[in-house]
């Protein structure tokens, strides 16, 4: 939900998704549930972010690329 309202109020074309399959978990070396990876890194995990963090990894996300 966090992910989902900044990509809307910055109008992002994203592909978000809910990942269950452990295989797809254990990729990512997660730790901690729920975890959040953008662009195949690991931005946090065992908690759910704050929307002004998201809103700084996405945009610095967005500036490296």
């Known amino acids: 939900a966090v992910v989902q309202r ?3 109020a910055f109008d ?3 592909s978000i998704r809910k990942v ?3 295989a797809e978990i254990e990729k990512h070396n997660l730790g901690a549930l ?5 662009n195949d ?3 946090c995990e065992g ?3 704050l929307e002004g963090e998201v809103t ?3 945009w610095d ?3 490296s690329q």
């Open 6 to 8: 900044v990509v809307n």
């Open 12 to 14: 992002i074309d994203a």
């Open 20 to 22: 269950t399959a452990p």
């Open 34 to 38: 729920p975890g959040l990876v953008i």
């Open 41 to 43: 890194r690991v931005m």
């Open 47 to 49: 908690r759910v972010p």
């Open 56 to 58: 700084g990894w996405i």
């Open 61 to 63: 996300e967005l500036e």
